[in-house]
């Protein structure tokens, strides 16, 4: 296993960059699927990306309880993971990985109506969370 970490603006920038190349060549060798990514999430999915900088697409998600499926894309250019625990800090179901970038992982967990918490795990990474709030 190989982990990367970015230390410093410059590297930052230049993640940045590589994660903007990245991105313009998913978006021409996915133009074969109309539409976009979250046109195509079935009822139940909630889609995460892993962006540059630390840090998720959003700060809050929203979802209904019962089964939620979550699909955890990687848009920066380093490995992270993806946890979800409830408000005691208690991690619930399968931790997701997304090795590299454009790497995707999902995963099922079943959750009342509450607020979780979403993070990424890697040391360093502590800015990379979110809440989900399920009602
Ligand atoms: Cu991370």
Known sequence: MTTRFAHGPLS??????????????????????????????????????????????????????????????NKSSINHTLLVSDSTGVQIGTTLKVQSSGAKDSGSYTLAAGTYNLYCNIPGHEAMKAKLVVS
């Open 12 to 73: 930052t920038f230049a993640l940045g960059f590589v994660g903007l190349v990245t991105l313009a060549s998913c978006g021409s060798s996915s133009a074969a699927n109309s539409g976009g990514t979250a046109a195509t999430l079935a009822p139940g999915t909630i889609e995460v990306d892993a962006k540059d900088g630390f840090r998720l697409d959003k700060t809050e998600y929203d979802a209904k309880a019962g089964q939620l499926s979550i699909l955890y894309i």
